[in-house]
């Protein structure tokens, strides 16, 4: 019901920083929780950043004070900006929708890769 793009991958050196956009088609109920998750490898996917269609936002401590979570509920889109990124920070992030109602049905986005350099 629901498909979520994203954009904004890319190869970077450290300190630089690097914009996500992800954009949700289909069935969207405006009741929702827009996030970004990633995943190293031999690492499990873990949460990075959510917002609530209401603002609410959630960080891990990771990246709290380099990474800005932001929504555009117009547009059902979610941005996730990053600025002094480290090396730790290479992953594939994934877009996620989650429906605040009934079941909670998530929906996921097919990743864009993220390389930080030294």
């Known amino acids: 019901q629901v498909q979520l793009a994203e954009s904004g991958g890319g190869s970077v050196q450290t300190g630089e920083s690097l914009r996500l956009s992800c954009t949700a088609s289909?069935?969207?109920?405006?009741?929702?929780?827009m996030g970004w998750y990633r995943q190293a490898p031999g690492n499990q996917r873990a949460l990075v950043a959510t917002i609530t269609s209401g603002g609410t936002t959630k960080y891990t401590d990771s990246v709290k004070g380099r990474f800005t979570i932001s929504r555009d509920n117009a547009r059902n889109t979610v941005f996730l900006e990053m600025t002094s990124l480290k090396p730790e920070d290479t992953a594939v992030y994934y877009c996620r929708l989650r429906r605040m109602i009934g079941s909670g049905t998530e929906y996921w986005g097919k990743g864009t890769l993220v390389n930080v350099s030294s």
């Open positions: 289909g069935s969207i109920f405006s009741i929702n929780t």
